[in-house]
């Protein structure tokens, strides 16, 4: 099937106005998740009972889903973007208060709800919602000084916040709470207020620390680890060394038979020993790619509130593979945060796929409404007096 530029159906339109190369990286970045997928699941699936490709056969139908969700979000224009953000938003906020009030609780934590004997992490979803709606409302603060945009967002984010510590989930209270920031500082909001910001986010942390004992003993394993307490991260980071730049190769790791989370939290260890540091860099440079180019595509978009929420996605987007490797190579603590597309998860690749369809969707190229207008058939009295002629 050929698609020509006189065909002016949807699906043309969006072929000619889509960014093919952020397109093919995130596709890339799917099959990616599907090799390694192979390498990170059966040793888990085995060790947790299953059948050795359960988790593989579950990463093949959600990132099926993934690709879907992406392609179908990114048909749609800004105002539906808009519209669908908000809806999501109002699903998952519910969901975050049905979590709190009969989630079921995992190692002393409430995220997940119990629908029809599947799981769901409403967390995840209202992220990129969050991007979407707070990037609006910043652009409509510096728009529209009648409007309370600024009481708003942050009657948002303490919202959101305050029902993700409620879980408690500390390590996406930080994502969201960095985002927004990102997006304060980017719609041009005085400098003063971001380091009062900043100063209530340390205290937040503080708080965190001293309020909730698994943040407190994550922290305190990271700064000062006895011996064999920080083991997930100690064998982790000893990946890296025992894979070299080229790796064991495929299926020759150990880690995974070791780590209970090699298929999630821990998969980039798993890549580092069969695959290779030389693996993780190519990874690692696919996922800057994604982002670096979504951030381009945003400095053309004159629309500040396309552009703020295609940087908001593009942050929330990195942000998370970036808290996932560090915590892999020994830079942050644990935090039991995916890698978008490569982890296994149901909830994170639907999440994730719908964040980067509203990207891709937002980024597609629109003509310049200002350079289209046509110009006035009739000259006005006060345009012919300007011009120095006088009109009887």
């Avoid at 990170?40 to 059948?51: H, N």
Wanted: charged share 15%.
């Amino acid at each position: 099937m050929r698609i020509s530029r006189t065909d002016r159906s949807r699906l043309s339109e969006w072929w000619f106005t889509v960014d093919h190369m952020l397109l093919v990286a995130i596709l890339a970045l799917v099959a990616a998740g599907l090799v390694l997928s192979l390498a990170a699941s059966p040793a888990v699936a085995i060790k947790k009972g299953f059948s050795t490709f359960h988790f593989v056969e579950r990463h093949v139908l959600f990132s099926a889903l993934g690709v879907a969700v992406v392609l179908a979000v990114s048909l749609l224009d800004p105002k539906d973007v808009r519209r669908l953000a908000l809806g999501v938003f109002v699903a998952a906020f519910a969901g975050l208060v049905a979590v709190y009030l009969t989630g079921r609780e995992i190692n002393g934590a409430r995220r997940w709800l119990d629908l029809g004997g599947h799981s769901l992490q409403p967390s995840e979803f209202i992220k990129p919602a969050f991007a979407v709606l707070m990037a609006w409302i910043f652009a409509e603060a510096q728009a529209r000084r009648d409007m309370p945009a600024m009481s708003m967002a942050i009657g948002g984010l303490v919202v959101v916040a305050g029902l993700l510590v409620m879980q408690p989930d500390i390590g996406q209270t930080l994502l969201v709470t960095a985002v927004w920031g990102a997006l304060y500082v980017l719609s041009g909001q005085p400098l003063a207020g971001a380091a009062l910001l900043t100063a209530l986010g340390v205290l937040g942390a503080v708080a965190a620390y001293l309020s909730f004992p698994h943040v407190q003993a994550r922290v305190d394993r990271y700064f000062a680890p006895a011996s064999g307490e920080n083991g997930q991260i100690e064998r982790a980071m000893q990946s890296f060394a025992e894979g070299g730049f080229l790796g064991r190769g495929p299926g020759e790791g150990t880690i995974k038979s070791v780590l209970p989370d090699a298929h999630t939290d821990f998969i980039f260890a798993v890549v580092a020993e069969e695959y290779g540091v030389l693996a993780c860099l190519a990874l690692l440079m696919l996922f800057g790619f994604i982002v670096l180019r979504a951030l381009h595509l945003a400095a053309r978009e004159l629309d500040a509130a396309i552009r703020l929420a295609i940087q908001g996605l593009a942050l929330l987007f990195g942000l998370q593979a970036l808290i996932n490797m560090g915590v892999n190579v020994g830079l942050l603590p644990a935090k039991g945060m995916t890698l978008p597309f490569i982890s296994a998860g149901g909830s994170s690749t639907l999440a994730v796929s719908l964040t980067l369809g509203m990207m891709v969707a937002l980024a597609r190229r629109r003509p310049d409404h200002q350079r289209l207008k046509k110009p006035r058939l009739s000259v006005s009295i006060d345009d012919l007096e300007r011009g120095g002629r006088k009109v009887p």
